[in-house]
């Protein structure tokens, strides 16, 4: 069993910059690529970002490609992303995941105005 609780969302102006996190508790996640998916207005949940276990590969949405970033640190059992240049339409709740399994966290809200 995996507890995932994200943390870091918040209001922002377009343009600025919010670190989300995602502590994982439970059992480690090390051995697993992470998520992040995002819920905005109109969408049921979008991908945004994945990275592979052991700090590998990362993908990323086109449309965060270039402004947002995904890392972890498998010590503290956490993910992060890290969101620069903030759009408004980037305005959602933002979840975390292990791949492939029905780990999810709450999600943390990000708003961005104009």
């Known amino acids: 069993q995996v507890q995932l609780v994200e943390s870091g969302g918040g209001l922002v102006q377009a343009g600025g910059s919010l670190r989300l996190s995602c502590a994982a508790s439970g059992r480690t996640v090390s051995d697993y690529a992470m998520n992040w998916f995002r819920r905005t207005p109109g969408n049921e949940g979008d991908f945004v970002a994945r990275?592979?276990?052991?700090?590998?590969?990362?993908y990323y949405a086109d449309s965060v490609k270039g402004r947002f970033t995904i890392s972890r640190d498998d010590a503290k059992n956490t993910v992060y992303l890290q969101m620069n240049g903030l759009k408004p339409e980037d305005t959602g709740v933002y979840y975390c995941?292990?791949?492939?399994?029905?780990?999810w966290g709450q999600g943390t809200q990000v708003t961005v105005s104009s």
């Open positions: 995941n292990v791949h492939g399994t029905a780990y």
């Open positions: 990275i592979r276990r052991s700090g590998g590969s990362t």
